[in-house]
């Protein structure tokens, strides 16, 4: 029997869950249902619950550190996001083409408050386009590493010096030298995940310094050290985790995002639950999330 008491905090029933974002002083969980296009907020005192349509895909969202609204990843770019009092969206780049086929993914933010974000093929995975960006503060963007089919993650050591890096189509996971000045060194295989696991998805950093991996088509969530050694699972009942953040007063809750698409009408017959937001409590605690700027 398992020791990770796995609750379901919002039977969403997303289709694509993505980019959970802890915000401290709301006590709000943000997260996005990538591919209905929409933005969701959880009080986790209150239970008080937002919803935001938005005009298109939104894949991830981040706090900034001057409390301006926020930064957000949309289908073909990047954009501040205002929410109240009422949605606002300004654009600051578009990278690729409207009908190039590609989009945005996931992001994160490193210690020096730069986004470090990914673009994909929308629907064709094995198409090797997708790049990794660096937005700085001063809201230029630089392109990096190129060649990815879907870039997810990132997420960063405690001393700031190495990135995690994700293809998920290629079941591997890179780390990269992480220069103060955002320079990136030559990846190494940090983890190359194997049949029966799932796929590496979003992931997450704890404050003894190990990385939590959701795990696409794995229905589980690991822990592992900073070397890649498997340290803990936890069982979740869906198919596809997608991402996890740390939360709570605490932060000491795990929360994780899923996905209903990717399943036959029998694997959604069989996880009545899948799509959904779910909330863990773990023995470690996280880090606060960095924000931009």
């Not at 990770?4 to 943000?30: F, H, I, T």
């Not at 070397?227 to 869906?238: D, F, K, R, S, Y």
Request: hydrophobic letters at 40%; one cysteine or more.
């Amino acid at each position: 029997m398992s020791k990770y008491d796995v609750q379901c905090l919002w039977e969403v029933k997303a289709q694509l869950g993505e980019g959970p974002l802890w915000v401290a002083e709301q006590n709000r969980l943000y997260f996005v249902d990538l591919k209905n296009q929409t933005l969701h907020a959880q009080d986790v005192v209150s239970g008080a619950r937002r919803s935001w349509a938005m005009p298109d895909y939104i894949c991830w969202l981040i706090a900034r550190r001057d409390g301006d609204g926020f930064m957000a990843g949309l289908r073909d770019g990047i954009a501040r996001v205002w929410l109240e009092p009422e949605l606002r969206i300004e654009y600051l780049h578009r990278p690729f083409p409207a009908d190039s086929g590609l989009r945005m993914n996931d992001a994160k933010v490193d210690s020096a408050g730069r986004i470090w974000a990914g673009s994909m093929h929308n629907t064709d995975y094995a198409q090797a386009i997708g790049t990794l960006f660096r937005l700085d503060a001063d809201h230029k963007l630089h392109a990096f590493d190129n060649d990815y089919h879907i870039c997810n993650g990132p997420t960063f050591s405690l001393d700031g010096a190495t990135m995690y890096h994700t293809d998920s189509f290629e079941g591997r996971t890179y780390a990269y030298p992480l220069a103060a000045d955002g320079t990136l060194g030559e990846p190494r295989v940090w983890r190359q995940f194997g049949e029966g696991e799932g796929s590496p998805d979003g992931m997450t950093v704890d404050s003894e310094g190990c990385v939590w991996i959701a795990q696409w088509g794995g229905s589980r969530v690991c822990r592992y050290s900073p070397e890649g050694e498997l340290l803990e699972t936890i069982a979740v009942p869906v198919r596809n985790p997608a991402s996890c953040t740390f939360g709570g007063g605490d932060l000491k809750t795990l929360f994780i995002t899923t996905a209903s698409e990717d399943n036959t009408p029998e694997q959604l017959a069989a996880h009545p639950l899948t799509g959904a937001v779910f909330a863990v409590r773990v023995d470690v605690a996280g880090v606060p999330a960095a924000r931009f700027g």
